[in-house]
T-cell receptor
Framework: DSGVTQTPKHLITATGQRVTLRCSPR?????VYWYQQSLDQGLQFLIQ???????AKGNILERFSAQQFPDLHSELNLSSLELGDSALYFC????????????FGEGSRLTVL | DQQVKQNSPSLSVQEGRISILNCDYT??????FLWYKKYPAEGPTFLIS?????DKNEDGRFTVFLNKSAKHLSLHIVPSQPGDSAVYFC?????????????FGKGTKLTVNP
């Protein structure tokens, strides 16, 4: 158990819809990262938050947005969903802004029909 | 354009033998490299890392080698055990000793046969 909690574990929705994925980092970790793993792809970095502020941005689509709340949990919002958004979405946390290895949650599997 | 490449999607070895997983990268700005292991239905877990100032890092049965001139790193597992069967991801970061903007390879599925 990494200590990172992601909900929901599975989600099935239709094209055009909007979903929210939630992540609770390890206790005390200030940084939260979101990654997307599509079929046969590596993990693609989406976005990082540190103590409530956006710290780094990767290949995140404009239809996607994220935030980190004062209690340090984070949400990833995916809107106007397309078939190609079907993927595993991982949240990870680390103790400091950019140092040390990441601790990953079990992922949220999104299926867009 | 893939900046981190794991050219072998799968590898099968016998228990007790050495497993060698390879990774190539193209971005010379990367200076911190990590290996993660992933079991089905679980998130990736950190295995071992190496800074660009080193060419080798060892942790028990796991050793990572870095060849900067060739932009190549490898993970050696000796001896391999059935519990090592998992997908192994190579990752690289331009952050010093950090995990900012990690770039992952597609992974290599290792199967260790009893």
């Amino acid at each position: 158990d990494s200590g990172v909690t992601q909900t929901p574990k599975h989600l099935i929705t239709a094209t055009g819809q909007r979903v929210t994925l939630r992540c609770s980092p390890r206790s005390g970790d200030l940084s939260v990262y979101w990654y997307q793993q599509s079929l046969d792809q590596g993990l693609q970095f989406l976005i990082q938050y540190y103590n409530g502020e956006e710290r780094a941005k990767g290949n995140i689509l404009e239809r996607f947005s994220a935030q980190q709340f004062p209690d340090l949990h984070s949400e990833l919002n995916l809107s106007s969903l397309e078939l190609g958004d079907s993927a595993l979405y991982f949240c990870a946390s680390s103790a400091r802004g950019g140092a040390g290895e990441l601790f990953f949650g079990e992922g949220s599997r999104l299926t867009v029909l | 354009d893939q900046q981190v490449k794991q050219n072998s999607p799968s590898l099968s070895v016998q228990e007790g033998r050495i497993s060698i997983l390879n990774c190539d990268y193209t971005n010379s700005m990367f200076d911190y490299f990590l290996w993660y292991k992933k079991y089905p239905a679980e998130g990736p877990t950190f295995l071992i890392s190496i800074s660009s100032i080193k060419d080798k890092n060892e942790d028990g049965r796991f050793t990572v080698f870095l060849n900067k001139s060739a932009k190549h790193l490898s993970l050696h597992i000796v001896p391999s055990q059935p519990g090592d069967s998992a997908v192994y991801f190579c990752a690289a970061s331009p952050g010093r000793g950090g995990s900012e903007k990690l770039v992952f390879g597609k992974g290599t599925k290792l199967t260790v046969n009893p």
